[in-house]
């Protein structure tokens, strides 16, 4: 048992849905290690959603209803993470569901939309030959997507996903939604729009500001996704994480005594 009072309580629960996750057999071992290298940028931004974080969920959010096609990429990692927030977040957008897999198997496929339809999914793309699209220039099982979903959608939600493929949907003409928590990752820099902040805390604000939104004139949305810039968004953080690195040291040095 983790004490609430540990510092990093949360972290450290979500550590272990993670884990719990693989051991179900639907996190691949990659993804353990991809979670640590998120838990060390959380740590560098605060462990809190910033300004330019609510900002790219709202851009995120007006995108999403303003798409035609919009479909949310969930991998072991998203399903062991925030199951029920993908499926709020695809009845009030609405939204297509897809098992995207970097590691495929066709265990991990089912679990993860298993985990899915327990938390109330619908319906579930990207199983077994539903997912037999391809997506031009990536190889082997990594190229695959659902016909359906991925393949067709104009706006695709990838939280976490990996730089090869992110550019690779850009090149599709989609409209790319990343959370990913480090500003620099090459998927943070193709995606359109990159929420940097944990997933965890993203999502439900998503979800929030999708319900919010849904009023909103057409014309307003569009205003919305055509005044963001992710160049400032991406800028914002990496000044955020310096200054507060810059705020630390001096905290520690004693010639500020
Ligand atoms: P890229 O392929 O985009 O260049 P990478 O190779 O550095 O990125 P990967 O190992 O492919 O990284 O994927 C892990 C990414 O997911 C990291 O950028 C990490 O910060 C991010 N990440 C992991 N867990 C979370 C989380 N809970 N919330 C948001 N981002 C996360
Ligand atoms: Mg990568």
């Not at 740590?43 to 300004?51: A, N, V």
């Not at 499926?87 to 939204?95: K, S, Y």
């Not at 993860?112 to 099982?141: M, Y």
């Not at 990838?158 to 090459?186: F, Q, Y």
């Amino acid at each position: 048992m983790i004490p609430p009072t540990h510092p990093r309580y949360r972290s450290l629960l979500e550590r272990e849905r993670v884990v719990e996750g693989f051991r179900e057999g639907y996190v691949a071992a990659q993804g353990l290690i991809a979670h640590g290298r998120g838990e060390c940028f959380d740590y560098l931004i605060g462990e809190e959603t910033q300004p330019f974080a609510l900002e790219a969920i709202k851009a995120a959010a007006a995108a999403l209803l303003l798409a035609k096609h919009p479909v949310i990429s969930v991998n072991g990692n998203v399903a062991a993470l925030t199951p029920r927030e993908v499926v709020e977040l695809a009845e009030a957008v609405p939204a297509l569901v897809e098992v995207n897999l970097f590691y495929r198997t066709r265990e991990r496929e089912e679990k993860i939309a298993e985990v899915l339809k327990r938390h109330g999914a619908r319906r579930v793309l990207g199983v077994g030959e539903d997912a037999s699209c391809t997506i031009p220039e990536l190889f082997s099982e990594r190229r695959r997507v659902s016909c359906e979903g991925i393949y067709k959608a104009d706006v695709v939600l990838v939280p976490l996903e990996d730089g090869d493929r992110s550019e690779a949907l850009r090149r599709m003409g989609k409209t790319v939604i990343a959370i990913d928590l480090n500003p620099m990752s090459r998927t943070a820099r193709a995606a359109s729009i990159t929420i940097v902040d944990n997933l965890t805390r993203a999502m439900p604000k998503l979800v929030e500001a999708v319900k919010a939104m849904k009023s909103y004139k057409r014309q307003d949305l569009e205003e919305l996704v055509r005044g963001y810039d992710n160049g400032k968004t991406l800028a914002a953080a990496l000044r955020h994480i310096s200054k507060r690195l810059d705020e630390l040291a001096g905290g520690l040095d004693p010639r500020n005594a």
